[in-house]
């Protein structure tokens, strides 16, 4: 690795609570769990933090549940387990369509969904799953628990509305009424970073975000309300173009994120909108 | 830093923070597994924790605390290393110990399917995937395998 | 005497066993007493001079190499040898080498920083528009005037490829160790061990013998080892010689990428006459070679890129033009092909275009044209019965079923295309006669010991040379040992680059055997030993009587022999993404006889996917000199799932000049992939002229 290590330290807690005092106490300390995003910054040298909280080993923070229709999903929970799982593929089809687009098996292993959520990047394969399904994100601290909304946890580029002392603990994801559906553009067809990446729900009052156009994922309300409101895929195609803002970067450019986006809008609606085959045969 | 490593307890002092693939490599003089990238996209230096395929360079040796760890050395004759050379799977051979280990991690005759999806996180520049396919399915244990 | 056959049969590759048990040594693998471990320190603008270089090292601690340590002469010892090893003043390009660092503790020299001012000039990244030209080449033959004269139809094209990155999966890495007699051993990942000894020879001012260069086990190469190699090793040389340590200097990925060469990028234009029942009357091609900052192998990548520029195809008048020009990049060079699939890209994506301009068929159009026995290249070489372009194309053809699936993919958003091509083994023109390649057989108790400087980089090299030698000795496969490529005890059988190691060398050693063979008698190797002591057989390369090259007119046999092959590609084109995904690929090569079946398909397979990759995928992302997707999360090469199956069909053709028929394989197979890809993107419906053809690209030519 070209980046030195040896003046970096790691504080291994051995329950939650002594996770949360050790976050009172070295808020700087960088909370690490799959190490799949902070050992790739580690290793390009693009990683200040000198301090490491390791959460891997706090299982209370693994598991899937579901209560009342809501997924309760442990921020450590791999993307590994959420594909094998039996509640995900019931409630959540597109997390495992998401969690499958995630880097290779190796990385399935060990990233989690909680790190997806903390490492805030806008291309992040779950967070636009999140983001439809009206996720909540569940906060500890020291003070104690707090709940957000997943649409308003992102304030920017890479920034959160947690706390400094604050450590994600688990998602809450409900039962989304109507169709799921989840498409990767990535750079290629495994192990890529998405050029745009878009979950939906379907249906009369239909729910879209997208990731990688925008500073953080972006739910498109605007875009949804013409839908819903009986508007022509092309009108919905020009709102959308209002709510996103994509940029040319190394991976694609924006006018292609952006004629792409408009495609895919059209390729979900025609999936799960009234006028899909499913709901002409009255599912 | 204690684990079980291709079977044996071991112990060694080392920054909880080092990457496996170092321990492995430097403090262990294990170097069949090997470093592509270091960014977790080459599956070089893939290992099996408790039997799923990990990139070593992706894991901090407090992750592996307690784990059990194979690498190439920890398998002894196993059908696909012989597969791996009759069948073309190994040219340059870089990419070779990590490309078996996740094939182990696949269980044996796995579809095409499978086979795709088990190894997207394997890059061989060598082959086009091919000749790693064939090795896989052809793989067969050891006393029924005829030799050459 | 052992028993006979190895040749033909896919016997338990040499280096088979190290590899799948973890047991083989790559360079990074080896340490050393008393190691050091050095970083190299590079310029960060594309050009200028430098003004000061403040190291911010306890010097004490660290050894320090700048360009007043070279003990001969500041270059990297090629062709030209306009590449400093260590820059003075001048800088060329982004990642060019100012010091190099060396502690015996990775972190401590991980932490170490230099600051480095400069005085900035303007840099050009326009190949078009350089001041400087390393080459340039014309090739005539006839007068296109009159060809075009007689055409009823001239097609214009402009076609574009990009830089890409071999990316071999182990990077660069070297070991210099010194002598003890002021010399130095280097121990590396490397193609091309001679190479690296005469660099190291003009770098350190040492005679032949204080120079040892060892390779290592090397994972991957695709000529991104051919020259850089002496650059590193150059560097690691003279931090260990300052040092009198060992010192290791190995490249991460980001560097490795940021630094080494590349594919050389290309502009390809044709202007081709033709008849209106397809006839060729004149074939104008002018192309330019974007050679990055130093000439590096420019000169010889832009010769076989012209010679091979007309494609397969018979033309009474034809007229090439190109230059390999200098842009403020980090120099580009070797790379499987050397320059063949530039051009050869550009000619048959051209041939579709002028198929549908004629409005006939694209098989039509090429069998039409296509060289037979007999016909005379644009360099004025007659081919032999070793032309197999029609027997390809006909065999790729109706193994897909290509007319059929062509009319039935007719707008369904699917296409078909299809590319035919050749590729010359061993060195361009009079190439072989100067290198005048060697190699030694040397009689063992068992059988004998293969000593060359060609080296195993994956693609074979040591089975298939220990199986001609078996066979033509009469031993068995398992008798023919093959000594590590070793300055110190190898012969130079010249660079293992340009698909040549199988055809030259492999015949070098088949004359050996057969001599070592007469040698015996009927003795075995053991009696021999016994009776008449240690028995060595060295030859020399002797150039084929009818082969006869003019360096000054480029004129006459470019290569002694060709590979044929054609390629087909069904691609379907996403409408929402706008992503060609390749869903069947299939080749059919002729490359005289394959020595091992398995190893030469494997190198098809390789070289195709390689192929595909660059069509599709790989892209450097370069702004302002450098490339900024340095990294493998964002330079993007094929997995699994971006690899269609590929179909391999070797055809037969033995070459009787070849050792047991055979002829080069290596490059051959990265020089249909693209235009075949392109082409079935434009039987989709998609006019593109350039590559990758990623979406991006897709998109904006489909919305033109």
Redesign the interface.
């Known amino acids: 690795?070209?980046?030195?290590?040896?003046h970096?330290?790691?504080l291994?807690p051995r329950s939650l609570k002594d996770a949360l005092r050790l976050r009172h106490e070295e808020p700087d300390a960088m909370p690490?769990a799959?190490?799949?995003d902070i050992?790739?910054a580690l290793?390009?040298g693009t990683l200040p933090a000198r301090g490491?909280l390791?959460l891997?080993?706090l299982d209370a923070l693994r598991g899937i549940d579901v209560l009342d229709g809501v997924v309760r999903i442990g921020a450590l929970t791999t993307y590994?387990a959420l594909i094998q799982s039996p509640i995900v593929a019931r409630h959540l089809p597109m997390l495992v369509a998401a969690s499958r687009e995630v880097?290779?098996?190796?990385?399935q292993?060990?990233g989690t969904i909680g790190g997806n959520v903390a490492n805030a990047s806008p291309a992040g394969d779950t967070l636009p799953v999140l983001a439809v399904a009206q996720a909540v994100v569940e906060l500890h601290s020291v003070r104690g628990l707090r709940l957000v909304p997943f649409t308003d946890f992102y304030t920017g580029y890479r920034t959160s509305a947690a706390a400094p002392d604050e450590l994600i603990v688990a998602l809450h994801v409900p039962t989304p009424q109507g169709r799921q559906w989840f498409r990767k553009?990535g750079?290629?067809?495994?192990?890529?970073?998405s050029?745009i990446v878009i979950a939906g729900v379907g249906g009369r009052q239909p729910r879209i975000a997208f990731g990688s156009v925008a500073p953080t994922v972006v739910r498109l309300p605007q875009t949804e309300r013409v839908l819903a409101s009986g508007g022509t895929i092309l009108e919905a195609q020009q709102q959308m173009q209002s709510e996103i803002s994509p940029i040319d970067d190394?991976?694609?450019?924006a006018?292609?994120r952006r004629?792409?986006a408009a495609?895919?809008l059209?390729?979900f609606w025609r999936a799960t909108g009234p006028g899909s085959a499913r709901a002409a045969r009255g599912r | 830093m204690r684990f079980t490593l291709n079977g044996k307890r071991t112990r060694v002092d080392v920054h909880p923070l080092a990457r496996l693939l170092d321990v492995l490599r430097e403090e262990l003089h294990l170097t069949g597994t090997k470093e592509g990238c270091g960014e977790g996209e080459c599956g070089a230096c893939t290992v099996l924790i408790d039997g799923h395929p990990v990139n070593a360079c992706l894991v901090p040796a407090a992750h592996a605390e307690g784990a059990e760890v194979t690498t190439i050395e920890g398998l002894r004759a196993h059908p696909l290393q012989h597969a791996f050379v009759e069948h073309g799977g190994a040219q340059c051979g870089i990419c070779t110990p990590g490309m078996i280990l996740a094939a182990v991690a696949l269980g044996p005759k796995p579809s095409r399917k499978a086979m795709q999806a088990g190894l997207a996180g394997n890059l061989c520049r060598c082959t086009g995937y091919s000749a790693i396919y064939r090795s896989i399915e052809k793989a067969r244990p050891a006393r029924k395998r005829k030799r050459r | 005497m052992g028993r006979r056959g190895a040749v033909g049969s896919n016997v338990l590759r040499k280096d088979g066993a190290g590899k799948v048990n973890g047991r083989a040594l790559y360079l990074d693998d080896l340490s050393f007493p008393g190691m050091l471990h050095a970083r190299t320190i590079r310029s960060t603008i594309p050009a200028g001079t430098i003004t000061r270089v403040t190291p911010r090292v306890a010097t004490r601690e660290f050894i320090v190499v700048d360009h007043r340590d070279i003990p001969g002469r500041n270059v990297v010892a090629l062709i030209d040898d306009d590449q400093p090893c260590l820059a003075e003043k001048r800088i060329r390009h982004v990642a060019e080498p100012i010091l190099v660092l060396a502690h015996e503790d990775r972190e401590t020299l991980l932490g170490a920083t230099v600051d480095i001012e400069y005085r900035q000039t303007t840099p050009n990244y326009d190949p078009l528009r350089s001041d400087v030209t390393f080459k340039q080449i014309a090739i005539d033959k006839g007068h296109v005037a009159d060809g075009f004269a007689r055409a009823d139809l001239i097609v214009d094209g402009e076609y574009r490829t990009r830089h890409q990155e071999q990316l071999y999966i182990e990077p660069n890495g070297v070991i210099a160790v010194p002598d003890g007699h002021g010399g130095v051993i280097v121990y590396g990942s490397l193609q091309c061990p001679y190479y690296v000894h005469r660099a190291l020879k003009v770098l350190l001012g040492l005679p032949d013998e204080r120079v040892r260069v060892i390779q290592t086990e090397t994972g991957g190469g695709f000529g991104g080892k051919e020259e850089y190699p002496s650059m590193i090793a150059g560097h690691a040389a003279l931090a260990a010689i300052k040092s009198g340590r060992p010192v290791k200097l190995v490249y991460d990925r980001v560097e490795d990428m940021l630094a080494t060469t590349k594919r050389h990028p290309s502009i390809v234009r044709h202007r081709t006459g033709v008849t209106k029942d397809g006839r060729l009357t004149a074939i104008e091609i002018d192309a330019t070679f974007d050679g990055g900052a130093y000439a590096t192998l420019s000169a010889v990548v832009l010769s076989r890129g012209l010679i091979h520029a007309s494609g397969p195809y018979r033309c009474d008048h034809v007229k090439i033009r190109g230059r390999a020009t200098m842009t403020n990049t980090p120099p580009n060079g070797a790379f499987r092909g050397f320059g063949a699939p530039q051009t050869q890209f550009a000619a048959e994506v051209h041939m579709d275009r002028i198929a549908d301009a004629l409005g006939i068929d694209p098989v039509r159009l090429r069998e039409l044209n296509a060289f037979r026995p007999g016909d005379i290249t644009a360099t004025g070489q007659t081919l032999g019965k070793d032309c197999s372009a029609l027997t390809v194309l006909r065999e790729a053809v109706k193994r897909t079923d290509f007319r059929k699936r062509r009319k039935a993919l007719k707008g369904t958003g699917r296409g078909i295309g299809l590319a035919l091509f050749f590729h010359g083994s061993g060195f361009t023109g009079s190439g072989e006669v100067k290198l005048a390649s060697r190699a030694t057989l040397q009689l063992t108790e068992r059988g004998a010991r293969i000593l060359v400087g060609s080296t195993e980089i994956g693609q074979g090299t040591r089975t298939m040379l220990a199986q001609i030698v078996a066979d033509t000795l009469g031993v068995s496969y398992d008798a023919v040992d093959v000594n590590d490529a070793d300055t110190g005890v190898v012969p130079d059988s010249g660079p293992t680059v340009a698909s040549r190691t199988c055809l030259i060398v492999g015949r070098l050693l088949q004359r050996a055997a057969a001599e070592m063979r007469e040698r015996l008698g009927d003795l075995s190797p053991s009696q021999y030993l016994k009776k008449h002591g240690p028995l060595v057989v060295t030859t020399q390369y002797e150039k084929p009587e009818k082969v006869s090259w003019d360096d000054t007119t480029y004129r006459g046999d470019a290569y002694e022999s060709y590979g044929w092959g054609c390629d087909v590609a069904e691609v379907q084109i996403d409408p929402v993404t706008s992503q060609a995904i390749p869903v069947a690929f299939t080749t059919v090569h002729e490359i005289g006889r394959a020595i091992h079946p398995g190893l030469a398909r494997g190198q098809i397979e390789g070289g195709s996917a390689q192929g595909i990759g660059w069509a599709l995928l790989e892209e450097v992302v370069i702004r302002d000199g450098r490339m900024v997707n340095s990294s493998l999360t964002n330079y993007i090469i094929p997995t699994t799932l971006d690899t269609p199956p590929i179909e391999v069909q070797i055809v037969d053709n033995p070459y009787p000049q070849g050792p047991f028929g055979a002829k080069g394989v290596g490059e051959m197979p990265i020089d249909g992939p693209a235009p075949a890809i392109i082409n079935a993107i434009r039987h989709a419906g998609v006019d593109i002229r350039e590559i990758p053809a990623s979406p991006e690209r897709i998109q904006a030519c489909a919305s033109r």
């Open positions: 690795m070209p980046v030195t290590i040896r970096r330290a790691l291994s690490l799959g190490c799949t050992y790739v290793n390009f490491f390791n891997w080993t590994t880097g290779g098996p190796q990385i292993h060990r553009v750079t290629r067809a495994a192990q890529a970073i050029k190394v991976r694609s450019t006018a292609y004629q792409v495609n895919l059209d390729e």
